[in-house]
């Protein structure tokens, strides 16, 4: 009878729990959504924002509670995320436009020399703080790879001390965009053809000697622009896309080649 007492009770205990627990998750449930798990598992699951909401369970949700929201935000999940969304919804599929990342830097180490010798951690938020970084560009990419980390897809790879965007791996989620602390990533339509691979505004004769890669205001591009789509804004090329026609004659005469012409479709967009 000394240990049956207390077993008996142990077990008297556990029952009462296990009611309580039971009465618990039948009352106080929260009611699941099938639409919005449905939706949810179609999502690329990047949880980048690129769509404008906190990440797929934001995104899924606005679609679920069919508040006019877009089935075409997702950018990472291309246009058949799109067409899945709206098969879901019964509504008509909307086309992605999709994105693809590129950075405004051709400041490598042929073309660039460093101020001093960083040997803090390998970080280009931390190596920002030391007096913008050990460039001599204060606008350069630091190379030490903020951007590659939290690339979902390894789409970026530090090459000459540059990071480098494959287009091909690309989704364009943005999140490189986000980290980097020069704000020198941007995102375009992959249907684009010419990027401004720099981000310098110093005056022309500043550039010039501290990288031979840099953009130096000196309007060629501009004036070889039969769309007028080029200008120079505080000493650096602009492209305005909406008028750009993709014709790559601005890269022909930039004289120091930092307008770049390439393909930028991915082949992981669908």
Request: charged fraction near 20%.
């Amino acid at each position: 009878m000394e240990i049956l007492i207390p077993v008996l009770i142990c077990l008297a205990i556990a029952a009462v729990c296990a009611v309580i627990l039971t009465l618990t998750s039948h009352f106080f449930s929260v009611k699941v959504d099938e639409t919005e798990e449905k939706i949810r598992d179609c999502l690329a699951g990047a949880n980048c924002g690129a769509c404008g909401y906190s990440g797929c369970d934001g995104y899924a949700k606005a679609l679920a509670d069919k508040s006019c929201t877009k089935t075409n935000l997702c950018t990472p999940g291309g246009d058949s995320v799109s067409k899945q969304i709206s098969e879901i919804l019964g509504v008509e599929a909307e086309d992605v436009v999709e994105m693809v990342a590129y950075v405004a830097c051709n400041g490598n180490c042929n073309a660039l020399p460093k101020r001093y010798t960083y040997q803090g951690n390998k970080s280009c938020k931390i190596a920002n703080m030391n007096y913008a970084g050990d460039k001599m560009c204060t606008y350069a990419c630091l190379g030490y790879g903020d951007c590659a980390a939290v690339c979902p897809n390894d789409a970026i790879n530090i090459v000459d001390g540059v990071a480098v965007v494959d287009s091909k791996k690309c989704i364009g989620c943005g999140l490189c965009a986000k980290t980097c602390p020069k704000k020198m990533i941007h995102l375009i339509r992959d249907e684009e053809r010419v990027i401004v691979a720099c981000s310098n505004h110093d005056k022309g004769a500043v550039t010039k000697k501290i990288c031979s890669n840099g953009c130096i205001g000196c309007g060629l591009c501009k004036r070889n622009c039969p769309e007028g789509a080029i200008t120079i804004d505080n000493n650096l090329a602009v492209i305005d896309y909406e008028k750009c026609v993709k014709c790559g004659k601005c890269a022909e005469v930039c004289p120091v080649g930092c307008l770049k012409e390439s393909c930028f479709i991915g082949a992981t967009k669908q």
